[in-house]
């Protein structure tokens, strides 16, 4: 993409009532915009980097027979009164609402209710379970305070698995592969090394649940790590247990930390109150068992901001950056320009994800910016490195700057910055 | 993808208070589910089908600079006060609900006045201009009657562009090549020869606007048509326009319509209110030029099937179907679902997307959910066509049904089913 013909610039300043570093960061970049505390509109670099993300996330929950569907933001009252949870004691965060016609409606915070609700048409006999349906939907919580950028929103995006199935074990084994997909996407967005699964409270639905827990200052946990095993123990259950659960090691580190996933076993909490059974082998009514696995794709985003930036602006990873390449033409001679739009076109046909700062802004600025917004890699063409018939590589995480020659670039892009 | 594993499955009847064909129908194929009057949530098959939607008008408006972003549902108050469109009597068909921290939010049902607000970041001189931004988001309209299905929603899913130009001739170069687009994008999705090119009332922005009505009965519009040069008038503004605007033509025939898209000239309604200027080339500020562009994405989806459904079902056009083949076995024995198991790797390996009916029920079962889900085609596998050594194939829209040799699918299925 011509980075003339994107919409957003780059700006100094965030808002002034912007304390976070991802949003401040994410602002500055042109990746989000600040509609009001904890609602963030997503601008074309910031809507690359959510898709990156969910598609990430999409191919593992394919992979596992994932079903993505689409449930609504509006709620009908009547399903949560039966579950218990329209109270707003029971759910302090819901945004709620009148319908002209009459009655009350609400936004949904989570879509346990309605998905069981929903599964109710479907789910008849043994034969119809397992299920896993799955969807990336824009969730609603109206808290009382959203000072953490995309990190915690009013109006965010989350992908929310749930799984029915007949009994516990069937869901013990599906929940043990889901814990494991979740390390693997954790791996895959670059967070790998810094998050943590993490023993927790099971809430009001079981004694324990799992959290993906990733260290960083701006996060409002509060983790005791085992350095040993890398699993870690929230805050909030420590009294109970005060060991790593996997190699019983009782050396743990405090760290602060946000969770970026949750897996929890719900057992059979929804479809007890909702009714929703199936017909075992023996034609005998039993309650489908339920579990619920959730990702917050802009909190995910924001974490990457958080945990990966340094003093110059956001690095991404290349799995999830909105391009892979920034590419910056140096110098007003036509011979400059010309190669520069050469290797773009070299570039676009080699598939490669290219946005290149064909601007007519001086050098300093363009680095800057590039710097900022944090593509994987920068490729610099300008008379000096003509002069070579080469161009400037620098990888954006580690500053490693090199030259390499226009001919290499030219037959295989891809190979010459993995070599990096 | 397994058919044995979707978790839909088709419904005998619909809910009682379902009035409408298209909602019926998607509901009994397992396309859709009623939360409740006007809200709907997507099952994989329709979620399949919107993102087909999406795809082809995405394709499109990038095509045409379009920058694809992603507005909140979440709004703050202050920016519709300041255009004249907060109050209940301007925009009557506001939800609107309380934050916790104090203030009054409102759930959009259209996006001007926060784009228009975002844009003043990003817009300082002529040089900026013109800007096309677009989002694929859900609005909310607190509608007093929802009868309709999909066609009117409380909570839908809308495309929706924004020009920002220099001036009115800048933005009449652009909204003429918009008209020409939206002509494009009704022939994709297989709507092209009921759909009219139409003038209609501007509303509170200009005289006139346009929109694209599609004919059927389950529309709540009526428009004249010219036969002769397939543009029409709205009833709305017949009174104004007795006459078809291109040709001149009097003999205008009255039909009943759905508006499946629009395309507004906003003027500076907007910028004036909301004051995005940009500078010119002499440094004075002017008011920025802006004009929308919408289509309801699933209205869309329900008009195709209004349109094309028969007494059997529906009958998706190839370009938006969720499946292109659904393949079929009958029959019990280990050569006819080995076979049929084949020619669904086969197909699979030749990226023909392909719903494979492997579920143990009767022959007649299979056929009439066939009917009802309507794929494009349908390739049976049984006995009697391996007997010939072939497949019988199906076209869904025509009823056409012809055997064809497993070898020639096996080389080529996709030339085999465009020989139809």
């Not at 390390?183 to 993906?212: N, Q």
Request: glycine share 6%; net charge negative.
């Amino acid at each position: 993409m011509l980075q003339s013909l994107l919409f957003t610039k780059t700006r100094k300043e965030a808002p002034k009532d912007e304390v976070s570093k991802n949003a401040d960061l994410l602002i500055r970049a042109g990746f989000i915009h600040k509609e009001m505390a904890g609602v963030y509109s997503f601008l074309p670099l910031g809507l690359r980097v959510i898709e990156k993300i969910k598609n990430i996330v999409r191919e593992e929950m394919n992979a596992t027979y994932g079903q993505e569907m689409q449930l609504t933001a509006l709620q009908d009252k009547d399903v949560w009164e039966k579950s218990g949870r329209w109270n707003d004691e029971v759910i302090d965060v819901w945004f709620k609402t009148d319908l002209k016609a009459g009655g009350e409606l609400g936004l949904a915070p989570t879509h346990e209710e309605p998905l069981t609700s929903l599964m109710k048409n479907f789910i008849r006999s043994y034969r119809d379970l397992p299920l896993y349906p799955y969807q990336f939907q824009t969730k609603f919580r109206n808290e009382t305070r959203a000072k953490s950028g995309i990190l915690r929103g009013r109006e965010f995006l989350m992908k929310d698995l749930y799984s029915f199935s007949k009994d516990e074990n069937e869901h013990t084994v599906f929940y043990d592969k889901m814990s494991k997909i979740y390390r693997d996407i954790f791996e895959k967005v670059g967070l790998g090394e810094h998050t943590y699964f993490t023993l927790a409270s099971g809430g009001s639905f079981s004694k324990f649940s799992h959290e993906f827990q990733t260290v960083t200052s701006a996060g409002e946990d509060t983790i005791f790590v085992c350095e040993k095993c890398k699993m870690a123990v929230n805050k909030e259950i420590i009294e109970d247990q005060k060991m790593c659960p996997q190699c019983k090691n009782e050396d743990l580190v405090e760290k602060t930390s946000i969770e970026v996933g949750n897996i929890f076993n719900l057992g059979t909490r929804f479809s007890d109150t909702l009714n929703l059974t199936y017909l075992d082998d023996k034609g005998k009514p039993q309650a489908v068992f339920m579990g619920s696995y959730g990702i917050g794709i802009g909190r995910l985003m924001g974490t990457i901001v958080e945990v990966l930036a340094d003093e110059k602006g956001i690095v991404w990873p290349k799995s999830v950056a909105p391009f892979l390449v920034h590419l910056i033409v140096v110098g007003e001679s036509d011979e400059v320009k010309n190669s520069a739009q050469k290797i773009y076109d070299e570039l676009n046909t080699q598939k490669v994800e290219v946005l290149f700062d064909d601007r007519d802004v001086r050098a300093g600025e363009k680095f800057a910016d590039s710097d900022l917004i944090g593509i994987p890699y920068r490729i610099v063409i300008s008379e000096k490195t003509l002069a070579e018939k080469s161009a400037e590589i620098k990888v954006r995480a580690t500053g490693n700057t090199e030259m390499r020659p226009l001919a290499d670039l030219k037959v295989d892009a891809i190979a010459v910055l993995d070599a990096f």
